[in-house]
């Protein structure tokens, strides 16, 4: 069994939601991303989305793009943020998700890929810009050094695409809460729970939400309709904030668990 897969039955026995934090490898630096992704363990994060910065990432608003901007001025590529995994496996557990566009990953090699992120310690692999139609050999490599494919789904996705990610994830679908790219907002919009259901009439997965995610009282919100809430630029943007600070682990730490802890259990009203 995957341990994202394990993951998710175990945050269902406890009736708990789980919390998805994402950071870009490589922002501020390589050694700070893998202090960081210790200390967002710590601080209760399930499962943890480690982003390949892009020079196009046409999915990514301006905080994530910025990001991607400073890891790659610093030279990161796929296989930096692969060590960067494989270093931190020794001191955490959690399931890691590398989030990715393809293009970075075309560059390392699709047949050599699939084999170093397992040895890295990678639990799943989401490619961005890969739609479902064009990435059956794609999934099947991924499938075969057990790492799960994880998939987009919006609510402009048609009921045929959905059905076949459906066909082809594992682990979890990721459900994109709105229309557009990723970025803090100041209210959750009924798009997102229309799309669980949507998503849950069709696959057995679990189902995370994010892009728009900021808040612990949004992050509760998610909670009451989705497995899982992802929270992605609010964290990387207080990490650009607190950048060359001495507390600034900590402060990411306390930031993470007040969207992590404090509202453990799935709200019922």
């Given at each position: 069994m995957s341990r994202i897969r394990e993951k998710f039955r175990e945050l269902k026995r406890s009736g708990r939601g789980g919390f998805i934090p994402f950071i870009t490898a490589g922002d501020p630096d390589l050694a700070t991303t893998e202090s960081l992704l210790i200390e967002l363990a710590n601080a209760g994060a399930d499962i943890i989305e480690l982003g390949v910065p892009f020079s196009d990432p046409v999915a990514d608003g301006e905080v994530i793009q910025r990001a991607s901007e400073r890891a790659l001025r610093n030279?990161?590529?796929?296989?930096?943020?692969?060590?960067?995994?494989?270093?931190?496996?020794?001191?955490?557990?959690?399931?890691?998700?590398?989030?990715?566009?393809?293009?970075?990953?075309?560059?390392f090699g699709p047949e050599p890929f699939a084999p170093a992120a397992r040895q890295a310690g990678i639990d799943a692999v989401l490619v961005t810009d890969l739609i479902p139609e064009e990435a059956e050999s794609w999934t099947q490599s991924l499938l075969r050094h057990?790492?799960?494919?994880?998939?987009?789904?919006?609510?402009?996705?048609?009921?045929?695409?959905?059905?076949r990610i459906a066909q082809q994830a594992r682990g979890f679908i990721y459900a994109v809460s709105r229309a557009?790219?990723?970025?803090?907002?100041?209210?959750?919009?009924?798009?997102?729970?229309?799309?669980?259901?949507?998503v849950r009439s069709i696959s057995g997965l679990p189902t995370a939400v994010g892009f728009g995610i900021s808040t612990a009282e949004q992050v509760r919100a998610v909670w009451r309709f989705a497995?899982?809430?992802?929270?992605?630029?609010?964290?990387?943007?207080?990490?650009?904030?607190?950048?060359?600070?001495?507390?600034?682990?900590?402060?990411?730490?306390?930031?993470?668990?007040?969207l992590a802890l404090n509202n453990r259990c799935k709200a019922s009203d």
């Open positions: 030279g990161v590529t796929v296989r930096d943020a692969l060590t960067c995994a494989r270093k931190v496996r020794q001191h955490i557990d959690v399931p890691i998700v590398l989030f990715s566009y393809f293009n970075p990953l075309l560059q057990r790492l799960d494919p994880i998939f987009l789904v919006a609510p402009t996705t048609s009921e045929k695409r959905l059905a557009g790219v990723t970025g803090a907002r100041g209210e959750m919009t009924r798009d997102a729970e229309a799309l669980v259901k949507r497995d899982a809430a992802v929270v992605g630029s609010a964290i990387v943007q207080e990490i650009e904030r607190l950048s060359g600070q001495a507390d600034l682990l900590k402060r990411i730490g306390e930031f993470a668990s007040s």
